[in-house]
């Protein structure tokens, strides 16, 4: 059995790991529940935040197992829409035009649009890849 191709990279985890007490690496591995409850306390009171320094490692690796790679770099989009979501350039990135220059226009559709993506670009990009692969061997 092959070993899963490394979709969510560890760096860009520690880099938003920096930020973590928003809850922002947990939702680039995968992890909106508790990106969501980090996000508003804290980091669990910043305790959850330093524990978490040492578990990227491991939530890399199940991030690795449980979504598809492909043509659509995780890390990029996640950059994307972190810093540039209002825009909707990570939806351009995607190939999703229309919702792309809906955001662009809407301020990310008044921030709920990013939100939305926040609890699932992972699904997203996955989705994406698979469908990519799928339509390449065909």
Known sequence: MSEPRDTHS????????????????????????????????????????????????????SADRRFTAGPVDYSVTWILLTFLGFLGVHRFYMGKWPTGLLYLISGGLLGLG?????????????????????????
């Open 10 to 61: 560890k760096a860009i985890g520690y880099i938003l790991w920096i930020f973590g007490f928003t809850g922002s690496h947990r939702f680039y591995f995968g992890r909106p529940l508790t990106g969501t409850l980090w996000l508003f306390t804290g980091g669990l009171l910043l305790i959850g935040w330093l524990v978490d320094a040492f578990l990227i490692p491991s939530m890399a690796r």
């Open 114 to 138: 990013i939100i939305y993506d926040f609890w699932t670009l992972n699904a997203q990009v996955s989705d994406l890849n698979q469908r990519r692969l799928t339509e390449g061997t065909a």
